[in-house]
């Protein structure tokens, strides 16, 4: 994206960097080659009746270094933007979300730690509730609502409708149904009353009226 | 020709049987509805809905699955326009305009006009195919390991037209998404690449996981910065449909989209993919004032939407003449046939000339379908966007983690759309564009590939590329169009081209 | 019930992999819910397969690549896979086919090999991939007629075929299905099948073997097995629903229809051919001197 994002620092033209950006980026091209080379350090490069694998990503890192140290060039040649600044909340909230989904919704161990496998069911509410605190303007009991609502709502369409082999409870869950019952019929009672759940904080609980929170760079910035 | 028409009045005696008619929308329907959910791919989706189609009879089942493969190319439009989440290759460029026209408020104008172009490059398609069918299979054969190299390379060179920002950032990202493409068991040695010995990178990187992740998460990631740019549609929703003008901006970009599309979707090996790009390429080379493109621009919409609905149904050429599978949906196609007992090949024509022309039929008919079913959804789709955006974006996460994980089972999937989310965040702070990365990586692994196969047939020799006559000119191609694209800078003399800012 | 398959989804061999789970899931009366993933060769699959509860939800569809060749191919194979599954049956052991263009000038097999050892690495020939069942058969093929010929790996057999029509390839060795329609049409010819005897879809095509090299036998088979240490009266009943599902109906006609027979042989005697394929790819690909990683 080129246009120009407000928010960010003005070109800084302090000292002979006239281009923060393109420092950086330049800067960032250089180490990637770097490390793309070091990666397929070990491979063999191969000769062009009989190519090797290491032979073309290394014509490509070098592509990319090259690339990266014109950038650099021109930072100190030309002026260009300054850098933006990083937020800190968003991005961590929204990862963590997507990683909390990741490691829940089945078995899954680094090393020693293993996670159960909770399945759709909370998996998916985790990752709203999670996720949407990455903004400053989250309020809980929304969130719960959406959560409540939209979790069983793709239950039944992945799990139900599209057949799609996602685990939706723990097995522990289903076990404590009768055995005569099928999983389907397991999933459409737990989506129903997670749907019912969400129609009652929905009724009961009380709306706020909270001021609209409309103020950029509000909270959590570096 | 007598037997032209009378082989589509065999079809459409089928197609429009009841109830196939009424498969072939169920299968758009489905279709469309995994489209608009990211990550779910039309892949995932038919293979679980297989079993299904036992009970039924061959051409059924068949018109069924095609539904839901082009109701899938047209529901990815949609989360492309909407979310800026491209589900496919070939929506990434529809991305870049639609995305923008749906931030101006134009996003029933931008999905007006794809539903519209791709039903016009649908119908074209389909005559093409019955027509020009056998005879093209011809040109299939010809396009070995050499041409395709050289039509990917020139695809890369459109690449560097695509950019609207510096030059020099578009190469550096074309060549970084090469470099990714190339992570993973290296096909001809098996030798692991750049995998830092990972397991469940060995098979490389996927394309629904990389451009969730630099498109959709960083886009996320980008609105949370902006409150002022951030509920997508904050300024009043404008039309829902296009209107005079906008066709008249259009409809050349849709004849020449189909164009490129048809002749792509023809070639084997998935060419289809290189119909948008080539489209929008096109388009912005020949406009008037380029520098609208990738802000908006309706014709980066049609010519590419167009050229993506013909290309998908041109490529049913040589799974319908050869028996060929040219991607992974055509070999489920395979299956299903299969399955029922029919062989594909150059014989189904002959054999069982029902299920040819009837499935030939089906698709303009499923066109039309999707037209129906589409332009009516497009008030509920615009009315989406009018969800605050705080509720609108957790909602968006959870979809792209159950429509990854839905992909292969892994959770290290979705772990890496936050990855790619996180890269995607620090390109965009960065001043690069995702959409070159994502075109190198697609083209890249196809070029590798191919190159190597080249060279291999031609025992090492790199005249090979010259010596072939349609790789030869599609090199020159490339080379003109590298040309055209470096002038303004080189014309400007400055290393770097900020201008279209 | 979940039925792990070592490969992607798509084309003719998973089709038939559902087809079975269908018939079995519904002999069981539970759904048997079909789980692709093909990485690294199968292997990812294999070894989950292998680390999951041995309680009778899983069943493995187990591949000659995975199951006894990619042990001795790729190196970092983590579990022995002889060892780490009950084998229940095997479901078929499909023969391969040696095909040329329609206008090769080799009519015979034997003229195949000739023109080959006379032109040693002049040849070309494609297959699915780097260790797929096509790519394997012709390397025994090679090492049996003692010829040399240029590999050209594709993904998959299908852009691999459209090379060997486009008259780039010289020769192929290829899975019946991937390949059938352009036999029918008379695009390629068959010189051969890879199994021990003809096969009963090609009455007319001799095997390898009968064509003068006795030793040569090469299938693409698959069977179902289940963790070990799962209760023998659940692995059982699949079994016995498995062996039903394939020998009756419209399996047995898909699979006769693709030139394999269903065979669903008892688990000592599928055990029993495991270890023997197992010791047969060790020493050829160990005299290939192919690995991967």
Known sequence: MSEAIPGGLDPAHTGPIRSPQSLVAGLTLVALAALALWLTRDLDQGTLRAMGPALLPDWLAVGVGLCGLVLVGSSFASDGQGLDRWSLRGPTLVLLAIVAFAVTIRPFSVGAVSTPGLGLAIAGPMAIIIGGYATSEARLRDLLILALLLTPFCMVLFGDLLNLPIPIFPQAFADLFPASWSQKQILRLTAAVLAGGGAFVFVLSPRHHAKSVDVADHSGRI | MGDFFSNLGLGFGVALSLQNLGLAFLGCLVGTLIGVLPGVGPIATIAMLLPITFGLDPTGALIMLAGIYYGAQYGGSTTAILVNIPGEATSVVTALDGHQMARQGRAGVALGIAAIGSFFAGTVATLVIAALGKPLTGLALLFGPTEYFSLMVMGLVFAVVLAHGSILKAVAMILVGVLLSTVGTDLETGEERMTFGLPFLSDGIDFAVLAMGIFGIAEILRNLDHTETRDVVRQAIGRLLPNKDDFRQAYKPVIRGTLIGSILGILPGNGAVLGPFAAYTLEKKIAKDPRRFGRGAIEGVAGPESANNAGAQTSFIPLLTLGIPPNAVMALMVGAMTIHGIIPGPQVMTKNPTLFWGMIASMWVGNLMLLVINLPLVGLWVRLLKVPYRMLFPAILMFCCIGIYSI???????????????????????????????????????????????????????TTFIDHPVSAGLLIVAAVVLLIALQPSIRKGRDEVFVED | MKLVVPYAAGGGTDAIARLVAQGVGEKLGQSLIVENNGSAGGNVATQQAAKAEPDGYTVLMANQGPMVVNPHLFKNVKIDPLTAFDPLTLITAAPLVVVVPKNSPHKLLKELIDHAQKNPGKLTYGSAGNGSASHLATVLLAQEAKFQATHVPYRGAGPAVNDLLGGRMDFMVTTVPSILGLIQSGDVQVLAVTSKTRAKKFPEVPSVAQSGWPAYEATAWYGFVVPKGTPKDIADKIRKATVETITTGVVRERLEAEAAEPIGNSPEEFTAMMKAESARWAEIVKKASISVD
């Open chain 2, 408 to 462: 292969n089972s892994l959770p290290t999937d979705v772990m890496f759309i936050a990855f790619f989310g996180l890269v995607g965040y620090a390109l965009i702070k960065l001043g690069f564009e995702p959409a070159p990365l994502l075109l190198g990586f697609v083209l890249g692994r196809l070029m590798e590939e191919n190159f190597r196969r080249a060279l291999i047939i031609s025992r090492g020799e790199l």
